[in-house]
């Protein structure tokens, strides 16, 4: 049985809003089937960064915009004082729906990391995104997003914070500021991400 892929939905030599357009109609997954709709990435198409989530939450998944939550909130705050306008960046993940089991009790979603195979079927809109962008710089924030751009050895826990190549891109790693949110010590978590971030305003 050949593999899924987005591939068949991604128009050549789109830009932005035809990507934005198309990827509403996805199915290159079975992702799509339980989530509202497809989140695709945001921001300007001459972005010097680029901010590689995981996948949409609950609240991204209704609202069908990226890093509108808790999450998003953070990192809201983390590149203001890191000095990096959010309005200047390009946002995006590297799966387009929301993948979650329903809570035991009540109407909760929550959150389930995707499987290899569903981030690799999505891939094809990542590397839309990339080509249409080019990107001075490109952040991977998680190990999700990370693997999905360096490969499946790569580390963040070895090597965030770092200057790496992949291909024609500049790529840096952190964690997704949904693990700074679950720090045990958030203040902590929130400092190194802020560094992570001040790395990445260095760069540019």
């Known amino acids: 049985m050949a593999a899924r892929s987005a591939a068949p939905f991604v128009p050549e030599g789109a830009d932005l809003a035809a990507l934005r357009a198309a990827a509403r109609g996805c ?14 990435g945001a921001g300007p198409p001459d972005a010097r960064l680029m ?3 995981e996948q949409p939450g609950d609240q991204e998944d ?8 808790p999450a998003g909130k953070l990192l809201d705050r983390a590149l203001a004082e890191a000095d990096l306008l959010r309005e200047g960046v390009y946002v995006t993940n590297a799966v387009k729906h929301f993948k979650f089991v329903p809570a035991e009790r009540g109407k909760r979603r ?7 195979g569903e981030v690799v ?16 710089l490109v952040v991977c924030l998680g190990a999700t997003a990370a693997k999905a751009i360096m490969g499946t050895d790569y580390k963040v826990t070895e090597r965030r914070g770092r200057v790496e190549q992949a291909g024609d891109f500049r790529v840096i790693s ?9 720090a045990p010590d958030r203040d902590e978590a929130y400092a190194a991400f802020l560094a992570d971030l001040r790395t990445v305003r260095d760069q540019l």
């Open 27 to 40: 199915e290159g997954c079975d992702l799509y089937k339980p989530a509202t709709q497809t989140v695709f």
């Open 51 to 53: 901010l590689v989530g």
């Open 62 to 69: 209704r609202a069908g915009e990226p890093f509108v939550g």
């Open 110 to 116: 929550i959150h389930k990391t995707p499987a290899r």
């Open 121 to 136: 079927a999505c891939l094809p809109w990542l590397h839309a995104e990339l080509s249409e962008v080019r990107p001075e």
């Open 174 to 182: 952190t964690v997704h500021p949904s693990a700074v949110l679950r």
